[in-house]
């Protein structure tokens, strides 16, 4: 069975840029929940998707956004980049809970110049 | 706030003996516990997951909870140096809330 893949591995943007990052989760897994994780913060938990509707939201500015499609397949997007974006970027999908064992991508390497 | 808290480390051990990784939460309400280990420059993989009070065990890894304390534990026996990583304890309230990651702490298994 696939993993989780994330696309881009990669990132380097300059500030005000905007990025786009895609998930496409383990087949036949329903929920997707995003994270962003710094070396001073650890993980923090962004959104979480199920059957295309936003189930949870953390505690991150509006610039951070959100969906996913019919497919299961979802994608984040941040606005107006600031300098302390740069993080790693993690997707993770379980079968339809966010308690769910949680598998995890092998992250987006956002870098903001 | 819920809060999730972990020494950072680096916990060094040498290799054979026990590993006790240790976790405290701030919300009494927390119903599932998890153990993550996240290997330097790749993503976290579940190690385990508690439920009741108690201990679990799955091989050389034993999960430890005592919600009246509000605790949560990971022992590793016979540690080897590839249980090298960092370790992460995650805690949830429900099954549809997000889980709440600490920090981490880092182990050093040393031959």
């Known amino acids: 069975k696939a993993g989780v893949t994330q696309t881009p591995r990669y990132l380097i943007k300059t500030r005000g840029q905007q990025v786009t990052l895609s998930c496409s989760p383990i087949?036949?897994?329903?929920?997707v929940s995003w994270y962003q994780q710094t070396p001073g913060q650890g993980l923090q938990f962004l959104f979480e998707?199920?059957?295309?509707?936003?189930?949870n939201k953390g505690n991150f500015p509006g610039r951070f956004s959100g969906r996913q499609f019919s497919n299961s397949r979802s994608e984040m997007n941040v606005s107006t980049l600031e300098l302390g974006d740069s993080a790693l970027y993690l997707c993770?999908?379980?079968?339809?809970?966010?308690?769910?064992?949680?598998?995890f991508g092998p992250g987006t390497r956002l870098t903001v110049l | 706030q819920k809060e999730v808290e972990q020494n950072s480390g680096p916990l060094s051990v040498p290799e054979g003996a026990i590993a006790s990784l240790n976790c405290t939460y701030s919300d009494r309400g927390s119903q599932s516990f998890f153990w993550y280990r996240q290997y330097s420059g790749k993503s976290p993989e579940l190690i385990m997951f508690?439920?009741?009070?108690g201990d679990k065990e799955d091989g050389r890894f034993t999960a430890q909870l005592n919600k009246a304390s509000q605790y949560v534990s990971l022992l590793i026996r016979d540690s080897q140096p590839s249980d090298s990583a960092t370790y992460l304890c995650a805690v949830s309230l429900s099954g549809n809330t997000p889980l709440v990651f600490g920090k981490g702490t880092r182990l050093s298994v040393i031959a």
């Open positions: 998707y199920f059957s295309e509707t936003q189930r």
């Open positions: 993770a999908s379980s079968l339809s809970t966010a308690t769910d064992t949680q598998y």
């Open positions: 087949s036949g897994h329903r929920s």
């Open positions: 508690i439920y009741s009070n």
